[in-house]
């Protein structure tokens, strides 16, 4: 198997047991469930950065990225430094993240979450909107057409923004649908890890406009952001570029702060 796949047999076990730890009707009374999202994609639309930051401890192809910052500083810094939303990776053997990584980045800033989750099931669409995500995203390459649809249309029920995140020509072709609002290019092979941006400039021109372009993995440059800019991506995911420092919020604003130049 590659890590994928096993990353979804795994999450299959979980689900199994939150289920019976936490039902539905309890997340669904969550305060946070009540509250109004705020939308990343349009965020996405008015900015002149399109830097989303993201909070990674970890990865498979990196095993520790950054263990010792806190979510609150880091979640705060990117919203000070001016990125347009913030990634929160939620998967705990993998990537060492977790829910109240999401929750006690709600409580500190105002601006779009993402729940970066490997969403396979209904029930991780309810839970993301109960601990404060804006947006939830979704991998065509572990998803069939239906199942896209199905979660992609209870998210826009729920009021949160779709990410739909592709590698390839057939996972485009596959997943195009009205109920997405960002369409995610992942420049990374998830077989081999290998990152080249190259993916995002070639599927550019399939992406219909109607589509925010996001392009995520392997962006470490401003010249890199510029480039993919006149391919017509509005989104540029930036994660170990800003984690591996010791203060990713500074990194970020330094980062910004280039881009303005």
């Known amino acids: 198997m590659d890590i994928l796949e096993k990353i979804v047999v795994d999450k299959k076990r979980e689900l199994l047991l939150k289920k019976t730890v936490i039902p539905l009707k309890q997340l669904e009374a969550s305060l946070l469930f009540q509250r109004e999202p705020v939308s990343l994609a349009n965020a996405l639309r008015k900015s002149k950065t399109g830097v989303i930051a993201e909070h990674k401890r970890r990865s498979p192809s990196k095993s520790v990225i950054n263990q010792n910052s806190s979510v609150q500083d880091i979640a705060t810094g990117y919203m000070n430094a001016g990125a347009c939303g913030m990634s929160v990776l939620t998967d705990t053997k993998y990537f060492g993240g977790s829910l109240d990584d999401l929750l006690i980045a709600r409580a500190a800033v105002d601006f779009p979450l993402l729940r970066k989750e490997f969403i396979i099931d209904e029930y991780q ?15 065509a390459a572990i998803l069939t057409r239906k199942q896209i649809k199905v979660l992609s249309e209870l998210a826009k029920s729920l009021g949160l923004d779709v990410l739909l995140e592709v590698h390839n020509e057939e996972e485009l072709v596959k997943s195009i649908m009205p109920s997405l609002d960002m369409l995610g290019v992942n420049n990374r092979n998830l077989k081999t890890f290998e990152v080249n941006l190259e993916t995002s400039t070639a599927l550019s021109h399939q992406i219909p406009d109607e589509f925010v372009k ?12 510029n480039t993919l800019r006149e391919f017509g991506y509005k989104g540029f995911l930036v994660g170990e ?6 203060n990713p919020g500074e990194s970020a604003r330094q980062f910004i702060k280039q881009m303005a130049k």
Not at 214 to 225: F, K, L, R, Y
Request: charged share 15%; hydrophobic share 50%.
């Open 125 to 139: 669409i309810i839970e993301g909107r109960a601990f404060g995500a804006d947006t939830v995203l979704l991998i």
């Open 214 to 225: 996001v392009s995520e993995s392997g962006i470490s440059s401003v010249s890199a952001i």
């Open 241 to 246: 570029n800003f984690m591996k420092t010791t």
